[in-house]
């Protein structure tokens, strides 16, 4: 099994639209999640950190669910420019390495 | 934020030859960098760990011989891929953790290495 899986999409949703994805990890012991935002061709950049209590920064919402090990992100009011893979990742506490997700693939249409 | 840099940002290279990739902090030191791979619409995939006056660690399934790693100062690591064949052709992407808080990974912009 995979550390970290996500549904690879493509998820195609017009300009407004909700969008929302999962990413399941296997290691219990992960302390730390993020969600990465990856360009074609580009190296990934750092969407937002996420907390146990959820957070959100601006139409993006993250949620962490330890029990049943799964974070998710939502992007409200869909723009053109949130076209884009997006990778989750994970890492335990003593190392600091990420292991990244294969990516969930949004396409914002006009 | 962070700034990382990698070079070269492209390289295409012969077969059997070998291609260094350079990954530096900018602004910042960095005791520790990664260095992961990334194939087309695959996940990036973590092949060793840079260690700045000590040797690297490297995942499982990774060849520490063919892919050498130097970390030679506080802002510099090298990944020498040796002998490369065109089964390595992939995005190379190096990491450090950030300046304020380590959980924090800054990318640099990645290499893409294509062996003919």
């Known amino acids: 099994r995979k550390e970290v899986e996500q549904d690879p999409g493509p998820f195609n949703v017009p300009e407004g639209a909700t969008v929302a994805f999962n990413c399941t990890y296997s290691n219990s012991a992960s302390q730390s999640f993020f969600w990465y935002r990856q360009d074609c061709r580009k190296e990934p950049k750092l969407l937002m950190s996420?907390?146990?209590s959820g957070n959100e920064d601006g139409r993006f919402t993250a949620q962490l669910n330890r029990a049943s090990q799964y974070i998710s992100l939502l992007i409200r009011d869909s723009k053109l420019s949130d076209s884009a893979t997006y990778l989750c990742a994970v890492s335990r506490s003593n190392d600091y390495k990420l292991s990244f997700g294969a990516g969930t693939t949004v396409t914002v249409r006009a | 934020g962070a700034v990382v840099s990698q070079h070269p940002s492209r390289v295409i290279c012969k077969s059997g030859t070998s291609v260094k990739i350079e990954c530096r902090s900018l602004?910042?030191?960095?005791?520790?960098m990664f260095w992961y791979r990334q194939f087309p619409k695959k996940s990036l995939m973590l092949m060793a760990t840079?260690?700045?006056?000590?040797?690297?660690?490297?995942e499982q399934g990774v060849e520490k011989d063919k892919f050498l790693i130097n970390h030679a100062s506080l802002t510099l690591s090298t990944l020498t891929v040796t002998s490369a064949h065109p089964e390595d052709s992939s995005f190379y992407i190096c990491s450090a953790p950030g300046p304020q808080t380590s959980y924090e990974q800054y990318f640099g912009p990645g290499t893409r290495l294509t062996v003919t």
């Open positions: 602004d910042f030191q960095a005791t520790t």
């Open positions: 840079s260690n700045e006056g000590s040797k690297a660690t490297y």
């Open positions: 996420v907390y146990s």
